[in-house]
């Protein structure tokens, strides 16, 4: 668990990215305001970036000598920060290597995603897929971090599984893994068996990326209670509810959100919680549109979808915050007709790539949420026709 004197204290934090061959300055500057969000949401504060232009990482300090002394001298004038975070994965001899030269906790990207995931798993499958996952991320690491497993003591990117499991030795790590995946077989065998029980019910799943606003949605739509919260992974595990249109019913589900660099072992854990994308017969993909870079997260699920099997589902794009899209995108000075032309080219050209299955609302505005009701309401009774003809009679 974070410390909890340490968040009175604000815990502050340093960036630190690299540009690359593979990496423009730009788009390691929109990773780093992510990561400044990840951390807002883990209850540190990010008072400080580094970037350095290489042509790859050190394969020593992942960030050249220099740059490295400029980091350690800024650290050494500021007592607070008592964190520093690389926006991409360390080995575990990186992060020895540059915790010696520093004298303060360094994580990376995949530490922190891992201590908010922690943080946030509320149920048996969640804690233990988020477990396995840690001890992935770890295991590889064992060798570099014999030396620094006081990171276990508290604190963001400690929310470890535990020293004394770790210390013992790596044979102990990789039977803890078997035991979680056993675990996991059985937890994901009670969940196949309830979504088998659920009867002959249209799936709908709302995707989408981290803080777009599934669970808003997921509220306005199912009336029910779901936690909802300006941070990144508010949502772990799935919800589902029963929802019913005009004497229509079908089963609406909210899963976790997708993030740019997500780790791969997390990825992977978390196919089990996945399997109501997989097994959903039309989804609702929800995007930031008010979001500076929402076409790449657009791309991202689009990407993942793919790679879950879950890409040529009926899909409907809903374009939420449309309200904050306006309000940032038009100054005060802006004509109506100029407004009003910027925004219909814009629905046209969302509209031809998505061949008319789109919608733009503003969830917390409660705008044209009925024209989306109707839009999920005609594909689900078209689906019944698809898959439970001799039900779809009686939804009319």
């Known amino acids: 668990m974070i410390d909890k004197k340490q968040l009175k204290q604000e815990q502050k934090t340093v960036l630190v990215g690299v540009v690359t061959s593979d990496q423009s300055e730009q788009q390691l500057n929109e990773y780093l305001d992510e990561l400044a969000f990840l951390s807002e949401t883990a209850g540190v504060t990010a008072v400080k ?223 089990s919680t996945l399997d109501e994308v997989r097994e959903a017969d039309i989804l609702l993909h929800v995007v930031d549109i008010s979001h500076p870079q929402y076409e790449e997260q657009l791309a991202v699920v689009n990407k993942t979808l793919a790679e879950l099997g879950a890409a040529e589902k009926p899909t409907v794009t809903i374009f939420n915050k449309m309200d904050k899209y306006e309000a940032e995108a038009f100054d005060q000075w802006l004509e109506p007709e100029v407004k009003k032309e910027i925004l219909i080219d814009l629905k046209q050209r969302w509209q031809n790539e998505t061949k008319d299955n789109c919608v733009f609302v503003s969830a917390t505005e409660k705008t044209n949420i009925e024209i989306l009701r109707q839009t999920i309401l005609n594909k689900v009774r078209d689906m019944y026709q698809v898959r439970y003809p001799y039900r779809a009679e009686f939804f009319y």
């Open 49 to 271: 970036r580094f970037i350095q232009k290489l042509p790859h990482p050190d394969s020593r300090t992942f960030v050249g000598k220099g740059k490295l002394e400029e980091i350690k001298n800024y650290v050494s004038l500021h007592s607070d920060v008592e964190l520093v975070i690389f926006d991409d994965e360390l080995t575990g001899s990186q992060i020895q290597n540059i915790e010696k030269e520093l004298g303060v906790k360094t994580i990376d990207r995949s530490d922190l995603i891992l201590d908010i995931f922690a943080s946030r798993a509320k149920t048996a499958q969640a804690k233990t897929q988020v477990e396995l996952a840690q001890y992935q991320y770890l295991l590889p690491r064992l060798k570099g971090m014999w030396k620094h497993l006081e990171r276990q003591g508290g604190g963001v990117g400690t929310r470890g599984p535990g020293e004394t499991e770790i210390e013992t030795d790596r044979r102990i790590v990789k039977d803890k893994i078997t035991l979680l995946r056993k675990r996991l077989v059985d937890i994901d065998r009670q969940s196949f068996t309830q979504r088998q029980e659920r009867g002959e019910f249209i799936r709908v799943s709302l995707v989408g990326y981290t803080n777009v606003g599934k669970s808003t949605i997921m509220n306005l739509l199912s009336k029910s209670d779901v936690f909802a919260e300006n941070k990144l992974f508010a949502t772990l595990d799935t919800t589902t509810r029963k929802v019913v249109f005009e004497q229509t019913p079908f089963l609406l589900s909210d899963t976790v959100g997708f993030i740019r660099k997500l780790p791969h072992h997390l990825v992977e854990s978390f196919k």
